[in-house]
């Protein structure tokens, strides 16, 4: 299935050597829209109708902020998708793509051929502010900040009791100071103004971080 890349500023998601973007075509009957600008490039294309699907790289925002939203009715043959990425940590292979209510199953399955087709896994998600991973970690990770804010242990202490006693890999203190405290505080804060609930709100020290640039 051919598909086209249309470049919208600096993609959090895709690198021009990812095989997404180096196996795209000139043209297709799939537009891949990447890049910060993604949204405001999007209402510019003049042939959206005709596309079998249209895909809008999201940051924190839902798609219905480009494609607009009526009465929980809105779909049609654009979706939004974001790779998950934490921080200035390497893109993972997860991405998020996101549907409206009425979403059309034919742009669906042709959007996740074309990203399955790049080697990437993909879950489908309403179209919610900050989709499922960081709507499920980020208060973890606040909470982790704010215990360590609290003295309940050091950080050493608090990233491997995590690690034991869980099993995760890399303790939230370790992970957030390696992949950028400050990108933390703009994901929650975003989230806290979308969402309202104390849990996203950014802890103390990703607020230091943002000051401090």
């Known amino acids: 299935m051919k598909y086209q890349i249309i470049h919208a500023g600096e993609s959090r998601s895709f690198a021009d050597d990812h095989p997404l973007v180096a196996g795209a075509a000139?043209?297709?009957e799939i537009a891949v829209v990447i890049g910060t600008m993604a949204g405001t490039v999007f209402t510019e294309l003049v042939d959206r109708g005709r596309k079998l699907a249209?895909?809008?790289?999201?940051?924190?925002?839902?798609?219905?902020a480009h494609t607009g939203e009526s009465r929980g009715e809105e779909g049609s043959n654009v979706l939004g998708f974001a790779r998950f990425r934490l921080g200035d940590a390497d893109p993972s292979n997860l991405v998020e793509l996101v549907r409206q209510p009425r979403t059309t199953e034919a742009a669906l399955a042709a959007a996740k051929q074309v990203?399955?087709?790049?080697?990437?896994?993909?879950?489908?998600?309403?179209?919610?502010a900050g989709r499922i991973i960081d709507r499920l970690v980020r208060p973890y990770y606040n909470a982790a900040l704010r215990r360590l804010d609290e003295g309940l242990a050091t950080a050493d202490d608090?990233?491997?009791?995590?690690?034991?006693?869980?099993?995760?890999?890399?303790?939230?203190?370790a992970l957030l100071e390696r992949t950028g405290l400050s990108h933390h505080f703009h994901v929650t804060q975003a989230l806290y103004e979308a969402y309202g609930d104390p849990a996203y709100a950014p802890a103390r020290r990703a607020h230091v971080a943002k000051q401090r640039g």
């Open 115 to 128: 990203l399955e087709g790049a080697g990437l896994q993909v879950a489908v998600c309403a179209d919610f």
């Open 26 to 28: 000139e043209s297709g």
């Open 158 to 173: 608090l990233d491997t009791t995590l690690k034991l006693g869980l099993g995760y890999p890399e303790g939230p203190i």
């Open 54 to 64: 249209i895909l809008i790289e999201l940051g924190t925002e839902c798609l219905g």
